[in-house]
């Protein structure tokens, strides 16, 4: 039951984020391409891929397959986001949501390996 509450979590979180990516109202695109070297077409992909990743995530419940292929899709765009922030000298601080919920995210990868 946990580790459905942790996917409703994470899924939650980065469905938000991947919405507004996807939107790409107000300077979002632009901070993005200056902060971070992203054009507005990729941030509008990762916005894509962390909401299906997340929906996959939201149907964890129907089987591992779902939780493997949602976390696969998220860790994708969070392993980017990290190195991103990283490279933009933004340090722990910076990553740490990510990091959090890439960690979170892991863990419930590795627990569909479970018996």
Same mark, same amino acid.
């Given at each position: 039951?946990?580790?459905?509450?942790?996917?409703?979590?994470?899924?939650? =979180?980065?469905? #938000?984020?991947?919405?507004?990516? %996807?939107?790409?109202? &107000?300077?979002?695109? #632009?901070?993005?391409?200056? #902060?971070?070297?992203?054009?507005?077409?990729?941030?509008? @992909?990762?916005?894509?891929?962390?909401?299906? &990743?997340? @929906?996959?995530?939201?149907?964890?419940?129907?089987?591992?397959?779902? /939780?493997? %292929?949602? /976390?696969? $899709? %998220?860790?994708?765009?969070?392993?980017?986001? @990290?190195? =991103?922030?990283? =490279? !933009?000298?933004? &340090?722990? #601080?910076?990553?740490?949501? !990510?990091?959090? $919920?890439?960690?979170?995210? /892991?863990?419930?990868?590795?627990?569909?390996?479970? =018996?």
């Amino acid at each position: 039951m946990l580790k459905y509450l942790v996917n409703l979590y994470v899924g939650s =979180k980065v469905f #938000e984020g991947g919405l507004d990516k %996807i939107k790409a109202e &107000g300077n979002l695109g #632009e901070d993005f391409e200056s #902060e971070f070297n992203v054009n507005k077409d990729q941030m509008k @992909i990762a916005g894509y891929f962390e909401a299906v &990743g997340s @929906i996959f995530l939201f149907l964890s419940f129907l089987g591992k397959t779902f /939780t493997r %292929i949602g /976390t696969f $899709l %998220i860790n994708a765009v969070l392993g980017v986001a @990290i190195l =991103k922030h990283l =490279k !933009a000298g933004h &340090g722990y #601080e910076g990553s740490k949501k !990510a990091l959090g $919920l890439f960690g979170l995210n /892991t863990l419930s990868f590795l627990s569909t390996f479970r =018996k």
